[in-house]
């Protein structure tokens, strides 16, 4: 079913879709209207992802944001958000980023699913959602904001597709049965030095909690997660700010190592 979309929604959706294309971030809606919210975001997250599937892109997943308990009380929440995951925003492990490509990067590794069945709540469960993986990898996520200097409330971020940025996905692997998701530590380096460390537990005390979560919101909206789909489960740590030159090495138990480098600016 079409959702009517006010002229509101449409001009922030076009608002964001040109600050994707330029690099130049925009005010935060929230300074001018601080009574928007999720719902709100939504709205105008929904019409920025017609814009731009209309200009060639393509939706391969989901991702959620906000799956740690600091993260939600910073924003002020008690559930995580979701953007989507575009085809242009996925590397291979090893990648070195477009020159420019960012407004203001960070850096998060976390744990990446690929579903091998289809999920649609409501419903599922974490043990229904642990069966629909074919595949699991270690990921490391480039969060982005169009929004200006980061200051972002909740309908700001989920807006901007839940600040994504792009993904660079390790080499996929089976889900092992004996395999608790909880306990998969990770050790996250910039440099060659170590700046974090990690356990899947972070994402909301387990990252295949995190896929019956999104089966069961996007269900409420009649959105089926697919097989062959990208699910990204969250941060294990807080994100790191990325700069011109650097390389970033996450190292995960039973996953294996995922790598980006950064371009020149």
């Known amino acids: 079913m079409d959702i009517p979309v006010d002229d509101d929604v449409r001009l922030k959706a076009k608002a964001l879709y040109e600050a994707r294309a330029t690099g130049r971030p925009i005010p ?17 997250q929904r019409e920025l992802v017609a814009l731009l599937t209309e200009a060639g892109d393509t939706v391969i997943g989901y991702k959620a944001g906000l799956t ?37 990067p960070k850096v998060e ?7 091998g069945a289809p999920l649609r709540g409501p419903g599922v469960t974490a043990a229904e959602a ?3 993986v074919s595949e699991v990898m270690a990921g490391l996520e480039i969060v ?10 909740l309908a700001d971020t989920v807006a901007d597709l839940a600040s994504n940025g792009a993904v660079v996905l390790g080499p996929p692997c089976e889900l092992p049965a004996d395999c608790d998701v909880r306990l998969i530590g990770m050790a996250f380096s910039r440099n060659g030095e170590l700046v974090a460390t990690g356990a899947g537990a972070a994402a909301l005390g387990d990252p ?8 069961n919101v996007l269900g409420e909206h009649g959105v089926t997660l697919e097989a062959g789909q990208l699910i990204m489960t969250g941060a294990l740590h807080a994100a790191v700010p990325m700069a011109p ?17 950064v371009g020149d600016a």
């Open 109 to 115: 590794a976390e744990i990446v699913f690929r579903l």
């Open 130 to 132: 642990r069966a629909a």
């Open 208 to 215: 295949t909690a995190v896929v019956a979560w999104l089966a």
């Open 68 to 104: 740690s308990a600091p993260m939600q009380q910073l924003l002020g929440v008690t559930t995580p958000d979701y953007g989507p995951v575009l085809a242009s925003t996925v590397y291979e492990n090893g990648a070195t980023t477009p020159d420019g490509a960012f407004i203001a």
């Open 245 to 261: 030159g650097d390389s970033f090495v996450a190292e995960f138990d039973r996953l294996g190592t995922v790598t980006l480098h």
């Open 28 to 44: 935060p809606f929230t300074d001018a209207q601080p009574e928007l919210d999720m719902n709100d975001g939504y709205a105008i």
């Open 144 to 153: 982005d904001s169009r929004i200006e200097g980061w200051r972002i409330r």
